[in-house]
């Protein structure tokens, strides 16, 4: 089993649908939570950090944390086509403070 | 200069050459990360620097150097590389490296490598 698994996509969404990214991973004692977004040809962009179980919203995203059931989720409200990316999810792994990333998966927003 | 800077952005090299990346941080952070992606593949850490000091290397050929000479430089140098060495190769760096958790993690724009 993967540390960190990503569906690769691509997912396509309508301009202005709400578009639901998921990511799992498989140590229990991570503690910290983080989605990238990476355009092609680009480096990653911090979009989000979550480190407790529940919501936390920040403009159009919101990322959802449950720790039990070792799940960390995206949602885009009002999709633009500029959202169009690859969404990276990375884990800390372990007692440690390793960030172990996913392999991504592809948004599209068709307008 | 702002943010998280690499260079060169692009490098061609061949097996016997010998260059270096360069990364810089303006973010007053204290411990720096390089990762490599390769096509198709996530995202790789290579290695971590805290506080000026080698906290992790990922079973990284030694073909590969890294050099921290101070919290907000870092540094990768390469010899005799593989072809499939070529990859992008992403600098990042945070607050000091904590206990149990991570902090946010902010990228560079990356070095395209090509080895020939």
């Known amino acids: 089993q993967k540390e960190v698994e990503q569906n690769s996509g691509p997912l396509s969404v309508p301009e202005g649908a709400i578009a639901s990214l998921n990511c799992t991973y498989s140590?229990?004692?991570?503690?910290?939570f983080f989605w990238y977004r990476q355009y092609s040809g680009k480096s990653p962009e911090l979009i989000m950090s979550?480190?407790?179980?529940g919501d936390k919203e920040d403009g159009r995203f919101t990322a959802q944390l449950n720790k039990a059931s070792q799940y960390v989720s995206l949602l885009i409200r009002d999709s633009q086509p500029s959202d169009s990316a690859t969404y990276l999810c990375?884990?800390?792994?372990?007692?440690?403070?390793?960030?172990?990333f996913g392999a991504g998966t592809i948004l599209r927003v068709k307008s | 200069e702002t943010g998280v800077t690499q260079t060169p952005r692009h490098l061609v090299m061949g097996m016997t050459n010998k260059k270096s990346l360069k990364c810089e941080q303006h973010?007053?952070?204290?411990?720096m990360y390089w990762y490599k992606q390769s096509a198709k593949k996530p995202l790789e850490l290579m290695f971590v620097?805290?506080?000026?000091?080698?906290?992790e290397n990922n079973s990284v050929p030694s073909r590969f150097s890294p050099e921290c000479p101070n919290s907000s430089h870092l540094f990768l140098h390469l010899h005799t590389l593989q072809p499939e060495d070529s990859a992008l190769y992403l600098c990042?760096?945070?607050?000091?490296?904590?206990?149990?958790?991570?902090?946010?993690?902010?990228f560079g724009p990356g070095t395209r490598l090509t080895v020939t």
């Open positions: 990375a884990v800390n792994i372990g007692y440690g403070n390793k960030l172990v």
């Open positions: 140590d229990r004692v991570s503690q910290s």
């Open positions: 979550i480190y407790s179980n």
């Open positions: 973010l007053g952070h204290n411990a």
């Open positions: 620097y805290n506080f000026k000091e080698q906290t």
């Open positions: 990042a760096s945070s607050q000091e490296q904590a206990p149990f958790s991570s902090y946010e993690q902010y």
